[in-house]
Each structure stands twice: as C-alpha cells, then as structure tokens.
C-alpha cells in the first residue's frame, strides 16, 4: 500500500510539474510578439547587430564561437513566457516590467552604478528585455509554489526576515558611493518599505529567490560580455545578482495593487459609459 501511495505522489508530482509549462492560445501570441521585438530591435540598432558579428572569425569554427549562455537564457526564456499564457493576467506585468526596468537602469545608469559598453544612460534597447524577465519570473514563481505548499508558513517568515534584511545591508554597501543621490534615495526608501510591509511571506521569499535564480544568469551574460560592466568590476556582483529578486519582489507588489484596484476602475469607467 505505502508503495501504491508513493508511486501515485510521485506521479502527481510529475503531471503538475508538465501542467505547468502547458501552451495556450495565448502563448503563441506572447512568443510571437517576443520574436517580433528582437526583430525590431536589430532593425532599430542595426550598428550594433554588425558590430558583433564581426568578432566572428572565419578560421574558426561557428559552433566554438556561439555564445552558449546567451543560446541557454533565450530558450529558457522562451519556455517560460509560453507556459501556461494568459493575455490579460500577462499584459499589466509586462507593462509594469517595463517601467520598472525604464526606472532602474535609470538609476543604475545616472549614478554610474554600472555603465553600458555604448555609454547610453540608459540604453533604450536593455528596456525590453525586463518585461520579458517579469513574464519568466512569474512563471517560476507560480512552478516552485506549486511544490512548497507543504512547507509551512512560519518557514517562509523566518527566510523573509534574513533574506530581504540581508539583501538591504548588501545593498547599502554597494551604493553607498552613490548614496548622495536622490534616484539612490528613492531605491533605499522602497526597498524598506517592500521589506517591512510584506503582505505575503511565501509568496514574497518566492519571488525573490525566482528572480535571483535568473538574476545571475543574467548578470553572468552581461558582465562576462562586458555588455554593462559595475563600478566594481565584479562578474558579476553579488548584490546585482539578488537585486533582480528585489525588483522582481517590488513588480509583483504593484501587480497585486492592480488587481486590486483594477475591478474598481473598471466598475466606475463602466458606470461613467452607462450615464454617457
């Protein structure tokens, strides 16, 4: 009997696992949008497409020269905007992706807390590549908490209160060359208030590991290609690897504000139709 219910569990285990990463008619749309933005960023900074293939060398072979990692975070990325797709849920974290990608290269840029190999501060063609981040994010977060509900909720606020403290004293040393500034200011001012206002530890703690996980990745990519380099010239900084699950944290929490207040703007914009 205890074999049957092991195998069953197990079994279990493994549908939710795919169910997770089931396509919708969504997900052809988000993939297919994702393929046209690079498209349309190649065509915009074309310079910059030509620029690296030209490190490319004929006398060695193509395979040797692909970057691999790059190859790696596209396919993973891919699978996770597909997974289980949904238009209207994804459309507001993408926007907010957006802008809160727009915000802290920004910062990061102004204050010469990393720096682009183009200079830009920031470069317009880096801001895409958050939405798309968000949509993967979420995706694992929704994965890991489909195999943690078990774990108890006191174990989640014991992990919140050492991880998300640990990550603000990282923070405040990395920056505090910087710490003069109003952008850093503001960064230090929402970093607490996302630390001392949770509204919910697991989901939080979630969060912020999923968006660790992808952060070094990332970061790895980026810093290794010298594509943006720190003022530390780490490859990469440790705080740049856990400030992704930071800004993945703080997105998720205005996501949860908009479904909150999105029912109510709706009900006042469907009245204001009725009396017009």
């Known amino acids: ?146 195999f943690t509900k078990k774990i108890p909720e006191k174990v989640f606020t014991i992990l919140h209160w050492f991880l998300l403290p640990g990550f603000f004293m990282l923070m405040l040393v990395f920056i505090w060359p910087t710490i003069g500034k109003s952008l850093t200011m503001m960064a230090l001012i929402f970093s607490v208030f996302l630390i001392l206002t949770p509204k919910d530890h697991r989901s939080t703690v979630l969060v912020f590991i999923a968006g660790s996980g992808l952060g070094y990745f990332l970061e790895l990519w980026g810093t290794t290609r010298l594509c943006w380099t720190y003022y530390t010239l780490e490859q990469p900084p440790i705080f740049a690897v856990f400030a992704h699950g930071m800004a993945a944290v703080g997105f998720w929490r205005v996501y949860k504000l908009f479904q909150l207040f999105s029912p109510k703007f709706n009900l006042i914009f469907s009245k204001k139709l009725k009396i017009s």
């Open 1 to 146: 009997m205890s074999n049957k219910k092991g195998y069953s569990q197990a079994n279990a285990l493994i549908g939710s696992f795919f169910d997770s990463f089931k396509w919708t008619k969504s997900s052809y749309a988000i993939f297919s949008s994702f393929i046209l933005l690079i498209l349309i960023i190649m065509y915009v900074w074309w310079p910059l497409v030509v620029e690296y293939f030209s490190y490319f060398r004929e006398d060695i072979s193509i395979w040797v020269q692909m970057d691999k990692l790059l190859i790696g975070i596209f396919l993973f990325m891919s699978l996770m905007i597909m997974a289980q797709a949904d238009i209207k849920k994804d459309l507001p974290i993408i926007l907010i992706g957006l802008a809160g990608g727009l915000v802290i290269e920004s910062w990061g840029t102004q204050t010469e807390l990393w720096t682009y190999y183009t200079n830009e501060r920031p470069p317009l063609w880096i801001i895409p590549a958050w939405p798309i981040a968000s949509l993967s994010i979420d995706r694992l977060y929704r994965i890991i908490l489909r």
